[in-house]
């Protein structure tokens, strides 16, 4: 299973931030890995410098000869973002 990581203006894709996804997704990739293709990984800063509920952490999952799976979370930090979105996948 091969994980795609997006990210837009305003989220730093830091190698801890990339670390935590890839652990996040290790429960996923244990139960679903030989099902899934790969796993696309989009974070966004949705209200800029505003603050707030802004990080926004979507999981889209490609399974063999099926239509993808979406799961997304928004929340004030992006590694809660992504723990979030990793649990609703």
């Known amino acids: 299973m091969q994980i795609q990581l997006n990210a837009s203006q305003g989220v730093s894709m830091s190698p801890a ?4 996804i890839n652990h996040q997704l290790q429960n996923v990739e244990r139960r679903f890995g030989e099902r899934l293709t790969r796993i696309e990984v989009y ?5 800029g410098p505003k603050g707030g509920l802004n990080k926004q952490c979507k999981f889209e999952a490609r399974p063999r ?6 799961a997304e ?5 992006a590694y809660d973002a992504v723990t979030g979105a990793a ?3």
Do not use: A, I, S, Y
Not at 17 to 20: A, D, I, N, S, T
Not at 43 to 47: G, S
Not at 65 to 70: I, Y
Not at 73 to 77: A, P, Q
């Open 73 to 77: 979370l928004l929340h004030e930090d």
């Open 43 to 47: 974070l966004t800063d949705v209200n």
């Open 87 to 89: 649990k609703r996948l």
């Open 65 to 70: 000869g099926g239509d993808p799976l979406l």
């Open 17 to 20: 931030l990339k670390e935590h």
